[in-house]
């Protein structure tokens, strides 16, 4: 079955480190993979997306990274600030134009990250 | 100012009773999705809709029910056969399917006593 999971259910770390966050999958040909930020008792925020044939995405601290024959993504935060504290999701998408479940997305169970000062 | 609401925001519910829960969005987005998430969990997929007057069902359709009769709302009824509806419940849209970025609403926390 489908199955996709983040490396851990908390990260913790100074602030200055980097923070790196870990989402793998197994029997899934995902399209594009997504990044989400979610603070407690909020909905989630889209931080990044890389599609499958792409190997790397920056933007400001962030970057991710994206390989289809390992079936992982990692996430980076460089120069974690206590801001950054928050549950990080993972979601693959399937499918393409045309299919019956385009946009559909699933998702992991989310990483806590907390950047101690 | 765009963006997508949700209402309530907490809701209290006896056993038995059904409870409709509010998302409108107004990013002219064409796509809608609900999704429920428990404690620890991510997001699991209720039902989606792509266009007005059509939805799918999503992972976890049991003792839900949805309407999309205008392109702005999509609300989502949970049922009295829902056996576990006590969960924080996230609607969200998207654009076409170039830029599937979902836009989420702020959350319904529904609590049933």
């Known amino acids: 079955s489908q199955k996709i999971e983040q490396n851990s259910e908390a990260l913790n770390i100074q602030e200055g480190k980097t923070a790196t966050l870990t989402c793998n999958y197994t029997?899934?040909?995902?399209?594009?993979l997504q990044w989400y930020r979610q603070d407690p008792g909020r909905g989630p925020v889209f931080l990044l997306l890389?599609?499958?044939?792409?190997k790397e995405k920056r933007k400001e601290r962030l970057k991710v990274t994206f390989d289809t024959t390992l079936k992982q993504s990692l996430f980076h935060i460089t120069a974690s600030q206590p801001a950054d504290s928050a549950t990080y999701l993972c979601?693959?998408?399937?499918?393409?134009?045309?299919?019956?479940?385009?946009?559909?997305?699933?998702f992991g169970q989310g990483t806590i990250l907390t950047v101690h000062p | 100012d765009g963006g997508i609401t949700q209402s309530p925001k907490y809701l209290f519910r006896k056993e038995g009773q059904n409870v409709t829960l509010s998302c409108e969005q107004n990013?002219?987005?064409?796509?809608m999705y609900w999704y429920r998430q428990d404690p620890g969990q991510g997001l699991r997929l209720i039902y989606y809709?792509?266009?007005?007057?059509?939805?799918q069902k999503g992972d976890i359709a049991e003792g839900y029910s949805v309407s999309r009769e205008k392109k702005e709302s999509f609300p989502l009824t949970v049922t009295s056969a829902q056996k576990n509806p006590t969960a924080f419940y996230l609607c969200?849209?998207?654009?076409?399917?170039?830029?599937?970025?979902?836009?989420f609403g702020p959350g319904t926390r529904l609590t049933v006593l």
């Open positions: 990013l002219n987005h064409d796509a």
């Open positions: 969200a849209s998207s654009l076409g399917r170039e830029r599937n970025e979902q836009f």
């Open positions: 979601a693959l998408a399937s499918g393409g134009a045309g299919g019956t479940s385009y946009g559909k997305l699933t």
């Open positions: 890389i599609r499958e044939n792409e």
């Open positions: 809709s792509q266009i007005v007057n059509d939805f």
């Open positions: 029997n899934y040909s995902p399209a594009y």
